[in-house]
Nanobody
């Protein structure tokens, strides 16, 4: 059973914007720390944003993480996109107790053309 479902990826020109969504259940949204990761071709998966205000240095000032508790949806608003933002973007749910990532989405592709 898929617990996290991302959407909103696509192809965009440099300087453009995309808004990713991650739909989940109320149980997960309310009890886990929700985060975004990305993985570019040939690179390791890296943290992008999490909680309410934690961001990777590479996206600070350009990306914004937000959640809608009524809909149980996590968002990632991405502005001023760069070709180096090209990656598969994943949402993840981190257990506050164990610190482990118990749930991962299937990912959504973001491609930024120069």
């Amino acid at each position: 059973q898929v617990q996290l479902v991302e959407s909103g990826g696509g192809l965009v020109q440099a300087g453009g914007s995309l808004n990713l969504s991650c739909a989940t259940s109320g149980r997960i949204f309310s009890n886990y720390r929700m985060e975004w990761f990305r993985q570019a071709p040939g690179k390791e998966r890296e943290f992008v944003a999490g909680g309410t205000r934690d961001y990777a240095d590479s996206v600070k000032g350009r990306f914004t993480i937000a959640g809608d508790s009524a809909k149980n949806i996590l968002y990632l608003q991405m502005n001023s996109l760069k070709p180096e933002d090209t990656a598969i973007y994943y949402c993840a749910a981190k257990s506050p107790g164990s610190g482990k990532y118990d749930f991962w989405g299937q990912g959504t592709q973001v491609t930024v053309s120069s």
